[in-house]
């Protein structure tokens, strides 16, 4: 039985670079950090990097919560995401963004009002 969403992993062509990167974003230092593998908890989630594969827009998305769209998303460009979809109020107050890692990767955002982190299991 599958029970949600427990990680998303991105490939990056420099670990180090996207470790930095990524714990500026999280706020928040590596869990685990092996040359093969950097782990971070996000909320109860994991959010995980890893050097070997192509990084893109073609792949899997993911969409990380959060309170306040519009300034998570000046926070992540101001530390070097591009814009790949600006933020969109897709109804009932939910609204997404979707930001473009240094290495090309999608890195989506949601605030929604409607989560309830209860369901969680």
């Known amino acids: 039985m599958i029970k949600g969403l427990r990680a998303v992993m991105y490939p990056v062509p420099d670990m180090q670079q996207g470790k930095a990167w990524y714990s500026q974003v999280l706020d928040v230092a590596p869990y685990f950090d092996q040359?093969?593998?950097?782990?971070?908890?996000?909320g109860g989630f994991?959010?995980?990097?890893?050097?070997?594969?192509?990084?893109?827009?073609?792949?899997?998305?993911?969409?990380w919560g959060v309170d306040?769209?519009?300034?998570?998303?000046?926070?992540?460009?101001?530390?070097?995401?591009?814009?790949?979809?600006?933020v969109q109020d897709v109804g009932q107050g939910i609204k997404v963004a979707e930001l473009l890692d240094p290495y090309g990767n999608i890195f989506g955002l949601i605030e929604n009002p409607l989560f309830d982190p209860k369901a969680i299991n």
């Open 68 to 86: 306040k769209i519009e300034d998570e998303v000046a926070r992540i460009v101001a530390l070097g995401a591009t814009i790949f979809s600006a």
């Open 46 to 63: 994991e959010l995980g990097l890893f050097p070997d594969g192509q990084p893109g827009i073609s792949g899997n998305r993911a969409h």
């Open 35 to 42: 040359p093969f593998y950097i782990g971070f908890a996000v």
